[in-house]
């Protein structure tokens, strides 16, 4: 089974900037690869997903401000956070999603934005 690591995580104020990291035990090249985040008392949900081939997706409340980028040579999937909102905190998760096999699950990097 793939192993990922999360890692960027922290305390900030509102409006300020993190990148998150995912580093893969093994080659994602070939895997859409997604960011979840969990906040207190709520379910997972999906933050962003970049696909094996071409494109992305991000959930429409952090459009314009949260990009996922991929370093295929690194095995490793970035989430650049900009203008952070209290309402982003929680725990980030990355997923491993290939077309064949089992999927994997980061131990989880928090992220926590004071107002």
């Known amino acids: 089974q793939v192993q990922l690591v999360e890692s960027g995580g922290g305390l900030v104020q509102a409006g300020e900037s993190l990148r998150l990291s995912c580093a893969a035990s093994a080659s994602i090249s070939r895997t859409d690869m997604d960011w979840y985040r969990q906040a207190p008392g709520k379910s997972r949900e999906l933050v962003a997903r970049?696909?094996?081939?071409?494109?992305?997706y991000v959930r429409e409340s952090v459009k314009g401000r949260f990009t996922i980028s991929r370093d295929d040579a690194k095995n490793t999937v970035y989430l650049q956070m900009n203008s952070l909102k209290p309402e982003d905190t929680g725990v980030y998760y990355c997923?491993?999603?290939?077309?064949?096999?089992?999927?994997?699950w980061g131990q989880g990097t928090q992220v926590t934005v004071s107002s």
């Open positions: 970049i696909f094996r081939t071409v494109g992305s």
């Open positions: 997923h491993y999603r290939p077309l064949v096999g089992n999927d994997s």
